[in-house]
């Protein structure tokens, strides 16, 4: 038994290890960001756009590798690479008098970054509404393959703040883990009255706690990055909050009482209503409600357009390493509740 404690707890120290250093040192891969100008009219202009991530030009790659099209809803548009660099391209191009739509997304095709896209990258105006002439139409261009390596995937609206995905989400899951077993542990106390199902108890809502708190701080940086505010009104994000001060009225109510047998029973009964709610407020509730939140209300979650092999293969040894850690630190504090017990009860 000895053996098998030190196995996972060495095993989820190395996991966290390893989910830091690759979270860090992982590189983005290129995403376009910015054009500039944003507004054209018709007649000849010069355009840039600037892109993040991974440089998507490598040694040995000239301007005729690469292609900038601007597409006006199906018709396509051509343009002349003037210059290119690690991560911004000029381009020149002659934007006819009439267009299927004054809007122009730009697709910029790479040979081995992939094609980069940025939606309604420029705004044409005074043009007609039509097809685009012949002789400023572009052919479809050939899509190679991208030659990425070990990369994140680029993400428009968070970017490099993907990388919070290996802290942010493992620290909820851990949180609901723990809380299971608090849950478990305040049915089977008020099953059997034992009063080491309450420790387990305690120690269980003490541990989960900690992780909702940094739930909650690592969730509002994130945010800050892509909503532009700390807090926003948001259904996923009230519910989190909500959760983490019905536990902590689990603690204050603990605190305030005295007899061991009539806190446990009374804290048993606050724990099961608070696992149920923790159920309702941050699982049912925003699935039923408007949500910014991913995986919410039709806003699709992470493992549906961007976890990607190279995410996956950190963020899941992030959701056992941080598990590990979760369990390691309840396991401390159910002995520091024994060890309490028994020496109040000598």
């Given at each position: 038994?000895?053996?098998?404690?030190?196995?996972?707890?060495?095993?989820?120290?190395?996991?966290?290890?390893?989910?830091?250093?690759?979270?860090?040192?992982?590189p983005l891969q290129p995403g376009l960001v910015e054009a500039s100008p944003t507004r054209l009219s018709p007649g000849k202009a010069t355009v840039s756009l600037s892109a993040v991530g991974q440089p998507f030009l490598r040694d040995q790659e000239t301007l005729e590798d690469f292609q900038l099209v601007l597409r006006s809803e199906e018709g396509l548009l051509k343009t002349?690479?003037?210059?290119?660099?690690?991560?911004?391209?000029?381009?020149?191009?002659?934007?006819?008098?009439?267009?299927?739509?004054?809007?122009?997304?730009?697709?910029?095709?790479?040979?081995?970054?992939?094609?980069?896209?940025?939606?309604?990258?420029?705004?044409?105006?005074?043009?007609?509404?039509?097809?685009?002439?012949?002789?400023?139409?572009?052919?479809?261009?050939?899509?190679?393959?991208?030659?990425?390596?070990?990369?994140?995937?680029?993400?428009?609206?968070?970017?490099?703040?993907?990388?919070?995905?290996?802290?942010?989400?493992?620290?909820?899951?851990?949180?609901?883990?723990?809380?299971?077993?608090?849950?478990?542990?305040?049915?089977?106390?008020?099953?059997?009255?034992?009063?080491?199902?309450?420790?387990?108890?305690?120690?269980?809502?003490?541990?989960?706690?900690?992780?909702?708190?940094?739930?909650?701080?690592?969730?509002?940086?994130?945010?800050?990055?892509?909503?532009?505010?700390?807090?926003?009104?948001?259904?996923?994000?009230?519910?989190?909050?909500?959760?983490?001060?019905?536990?902590?009225?689990?603690?204050?109510?603990?605190?305030?009482?005295?007899?061991?047998?009539?806190?446990?029973?009374?804290?048993?009964?606050?724990?099961?209503?608070?696992?149920?709610?923790?159920?309702?407020?941050?699982?049912?509730?925003?699935?039923?409600?408007?949500?910014?939140?991913?995986?919410?209300?039709?806003?699709?979650?992470?493992?549906?357009?961007?976890?990607?092999?190279?995410?996956?293969?950190?963020?899941?040894?992030?959701?056992?390493?941080?598990?590990?850690?979760?369990?390691?630190?309840?396991?401390?504090?159910?002995?520091?509740?024994?060890?309490?017990?028994?020496?109040?009860?000598?």
């Amino acid at each position: 038994m000895n053996s098998w404690n030190s196995v996972w707890k060495i095993g989820g120290i190395v996991l966290l290890a390893y989910v830091i250093v690759r979270g860090f040192s992982t590189p983005l891969q290129p995403g376009l960001v910015e054009a500039s100008p944003t507004r054209l009219s018709p007649g000849k202009a010069t355009v840039s756009l600037s892109a993040v991530g991974q440089p998507f030009l490598r040694d040995q790659e000239t301007l005729e590798d690469f292609q900038l099209v601007l597409r006006s809803e199906e018709g396509l548009l051509k343009t002349q690479v003037l210059d290119i660099s690690e991560h911004r391209v000029t381009a020149s191009v002659n934007i006819p008098t009439v267009l299927p739509s004054p809007a122009l997304d730009a697709f910029l095709f790479t040979p081995s970054s992939g094609t980069l896209f940025l939606g309604n990258a420029f705004f044409v105006e005074n043009a007609a509404e039509g097809i685009i002439p012949a002789g400023f139409v572009a052919p479809a261009p050939d899509e190679a393959a991208p030659l990425l390596g070990f990369s994140f995937p680029y993400q428009p609206n968070i970017m490099e703040s993907i990388r919070n995905l290996l802290w942010h989400v493992p620290m909820w899951f851990a949180m609901f883990f723990v809380m299971g077993i608090g849950f478990v542990a305040s049915l089977a106390q008020l099953r059997t009255g034992q009063v080491n199902w309450d420790h387990r108890a305690e120690a269980a809502v003490r541990t989960g706690l900690v992780f909702g708190v940094l739930g909650l701080v690592t969730g509002s940086l994130w945010a800050r990055w892509t909503w532009g505010a700390w807090w926003v009104s948001d259904p996923q994000l009230n519910g989190a909050l909500v959760t983490v001060l019905l536990y902590s009225g689990y603690m204050i109510l603990r605190a305030a009482m005295d007899d061991d047998e009539r806190v446990g029973r009374l804290s048993a009964v606050y724990n099961v209503f608070a696992f149920i709610m923790l159920v309702v407020l941050l699982m049912v509730l925003p699935r039923y409600t408007e949500s910014l939140h991913p995986g919410k209300d039709g806003n699709p979650g992470f493992n549906s357009y961007d976890l990607d092999n190279s995410l996956r293969a950190v963020f899941y040894p992030a959701v056992i390493g941080w598990g590990a850690l979760c369990y390691w630190i309840y396991s401390l504090r159910l002995r520091m509740n024994r060890i309490e017990h028994h020496l109040l009860t000598q």
